[in-house]
Each structure stands twice: as C-alpha cells, then as structure tokens.
C-alpha cells in the first residue's frame, strides 16, 4: 500500500526573496541565509487551488489510472467555498467517472498525509481501485508582517494504490494537541500566527513521533526551506549537509504549499539525490498548526522513478519569471479581490504552459477551461 504516482504544480511567477528584502528594509543575507529561500511562487491571476491540483494531476494520470480511481481526496486550508468540495471542480476538470466519491479536507498542512493514510484504508478494503489525493494552498499571509517571507503556493497529486510503483508507506506514529500557534478564524482574510510557538510545536513533535533510526533521507514538511535544519538537528540520527540540501532545496526556490510542503521535499529528494535509492526506506514528518503531527516512512520500489514526471518536475524552475515589487503588489492585491469576488473575468491571462484554467466567476461560482 503506498504512493503509486507523485505529480506536482508550481505557478511560473516567483519573488525573489532579495527583492522582497530590499523593499521590506531587511538585510537579504536575513532571507536568503537565515530563513533559506532564495525565491517564493506566487499564484496567477487565472489560477487556484482547483487549476494547480488539476495541473498537477496531469502530469501524473493517463487513461488507465483515470479509469481505475474511485475516490478523490481534496486536501487544502485555501478553501474556496463553506459548502462545495474543491474536489468536485477538479474532477470535472480531470473528466473523472461520475461514479467517484469527492471530498474535501482540512487540518492545516497535514490533511494531505490524513487523506493519504484514509486512502491507504479505502484501497486495502478495494484492492482494485485507486484513490486520488490533491493537495493545493496559496500560502498568504499579508504585506509587511514576519510571515511576508514564508508564503508560495503549489499542488500535488498523489495516485495511492494496492501495489505501489513509487514507494510503499508505513504505519506511521502520530500526536495531536490543541495549540494557538497558527490558524485562520473565519473574521480573518489571513492567519493568525504566533511564529516562535509554531516552530516549538513543530520541532516538539517531531522529537515525540520520530523513529529514533537513522535514514538517508528524511523528508519534512517545510515552511521555509532552513526549517530543515532546525528539524533535522533534534533527530536521533541527523543528516549531514549535503543530504539536507538535497531535502530543502526545491522547496528553496518555491516556498512553502502547506499541504504539498512534504511531498515536494520528497520530490526533492527523488530530483537530486546522488545515490540509487531502490530499496531504501526515507523518513517522512507531518505537520500541521493547532496541532497534527506524524512520522512515517516510505520505502522506494524497484524502478521508483516511474512514479514521477521528471521532465514536468525538471520544468517546476524553467521560463519562470520574476516579479518586481509592484508586479506582486498588484498580483497578491487581484488575488484577494478575486477570492472574494462574486463576479469576474478572467479570460485575458492565460499563459503559455497553463493547461487548465480559472476562466470566470459568476454569482460566486468558478467556470473552469481547459486551454490545451
Ligand atoms: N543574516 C543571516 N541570518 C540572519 C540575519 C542576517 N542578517 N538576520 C536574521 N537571521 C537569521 C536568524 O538568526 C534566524 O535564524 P535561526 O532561526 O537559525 O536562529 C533566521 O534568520 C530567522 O530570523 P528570525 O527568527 O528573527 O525571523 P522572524 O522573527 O522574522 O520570523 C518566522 C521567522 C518565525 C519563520 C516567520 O517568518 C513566520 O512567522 N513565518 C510563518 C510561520 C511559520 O512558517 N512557522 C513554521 C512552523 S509552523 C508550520 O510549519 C505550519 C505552516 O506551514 C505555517
């Protein structure tokens, strides 16, 4: 039981964190050493959580899998309706069977791993079917506060199955607690953060669910690419460096995606690692705010690789481009106008690399179009 495909979305607009720096009076080393990223992906406006996961769902499904899945699992804090399921929006997008189940999900950064260990126990009961994970947030926290320097936005696709091509998945050991480190009442556009609390949560977590075995690689949720280093330094069994680059360094140059934050650290690994990992098992931590956490492991198969789309993976950092501080003004502004807008057109933006986009909202409810 395990990860049978992993596909991935990241939009081609980005905001070189020294940019950010400048305009914010803070020294660059600050963003680019000190918390790690070197640039973070910012959304389009044509884009949501509903056309990144599609997107990244592309990358992964052909006809056969479309066919065989029966479930599929919309994991988000970006929600775009109190009532309706992301989930239903992408399955028409994906021209999935009607006879599939669709849901949404939610808590923090970690419904995506809940969603995958509900679909591990949905796909033991039906060893035949295969079930659909999506994950995809836009991480906004606001202009000129602490979290400025922490957002992103992306999707991933995880196919979950009987006999996984990718890797298969312990049982992982799991905690939860009731904490006010990080959450999003409904009065509020954007959370609510006490940033020091969430990383003493985080890190004392980790230390309770860990499996105390040392691993090549262990893959975290990453917020911000150095939380790698404060993660790994309370594990039994740290990685040296050239290991925890490997770990961080896509998420370096995206951000962080919440719920995919994980999985891109996977992908991370998958993308760059120097070694043949056939056979070996990586460590995996879960997290997410007001507090869910878990440790699990998953262990590559014979020819893991197929499991992925390295040329869309190789792509995620190719013909981006980068935006000047107006430009991400401008676009984080739309953004938000567009989330809570009734009405709108969208059709004008459509970019060359866009499959699948956002083309309107009307009377509250979003018209979807495939453009290629
Ligand atoms: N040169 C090099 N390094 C510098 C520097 C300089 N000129 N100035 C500062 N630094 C270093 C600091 O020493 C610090 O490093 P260490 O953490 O290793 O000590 C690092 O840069 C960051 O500096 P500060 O701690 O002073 O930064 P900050 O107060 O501005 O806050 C933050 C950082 C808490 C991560 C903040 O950006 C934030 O609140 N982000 C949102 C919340 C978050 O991401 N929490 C993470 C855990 S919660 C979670 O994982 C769920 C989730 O997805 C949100």
């Known amino acids: 039981m395990g990860i049978d495909k992993l596909g991935c979305y990241v939009p081609k607009t980005v905001l070189p964190l020294t940019t950010l720096a400048y305009a914010r009076g803070v020294d660059p080393d600050k963003y680019t050493k000190g918390i790690g990223q070197v640039e973070m992906a910012i959304i389009s406006p044509n884009e949501d959580v509903v056309t990144m996961a ?8 052909d006809e056969a899998d479309k066919a065989s899945i029966d479930m599929v699992l919309f994991a988000t804090e970006t929600g775009l309706d109190y009532s309706k399921a992301a989930a239903i929006y992408a399955l ?8 599939t189940r669709a849901l949404e999900l939610k808590q923090a950064c ?7 260990f509900l679909a591990m126990d949905y796909v033991r009961a039906h060893p035949t079917k295969k079930v659909l994970v999506l994950s995809s947030d836009i991480a906004w926290y606001g202009f000129e506060n602490a979290g400025e320097v922490t957002q992103g936005a992306g999707a991933i696709a995880m ?12 049982e992982g050991l799991k905690t939860v607690r009731n904490e006010k480190d990080f959450y999003r009442p409904l009065f509020s556009k954007v959370p609510l953060v006490d940033g020091k609390l969430s990383i003493e949560c985080y890190t004392d977590m980790l230390k309770e669910v860990e499996d105390h075995q040392p691993h090549l690689y262990t893959c975290f949720h990453l917020p911000f690419a150095n939380m790698a280093k404060k993660a790994n330094s309370v594990l039994s069994y740290p990685m040296d460096e050239p290991h925890l680059n490997v770990v961080k360094e896509l998420g370096s140059v995206v951000g962080n995606i919440y719920n995919g934050s994980l999985y891109l650290s996977l992908l991370s690994v998958l993308m760059h690692a120097q070694e043949d990992l056939t056979h070996h098992t990586l460590g995996m931590f879960a997290y997410g705010s007001g507090a869910m956490a878990e440790y699990f492991t998953i262990t590559l198969q014979d020819n893991y690789m197929q499991g992925i789309h390295l040329d869309s993976l ?3 950092t190719e013909g981006r481009h980068r935006l000047s501080m107006d430009e991400y003004q401008t676009m984080m502004k739309h953004y938000e106008s567009k989330e809570y807008a009734s009405d709108i057109d969208l059709s004008d933006h459509v970019q060359p690399h866009q499959t699948f986009v956002l083309a309107s909202i009307s009377n509250g409810h979003r018209n979807y179009k495939k453009v290629k």
């Open 54 to 61: 599609v997107e990244a769902a592309h990358t992964i499904l």
């Open 92 to 99: 028409d997008g994906l021209g999935l069977p009607r006879s």
């Open 110 to 116: 970690y419904a995506s791993t809940g969603a995958m």
């Open 159 to 170: 196919l979950i199955s009987h006999n996984p091509r990718l890797g298969v998945i312990s």
């Open 314 to 316: 190789k792509s995620i």
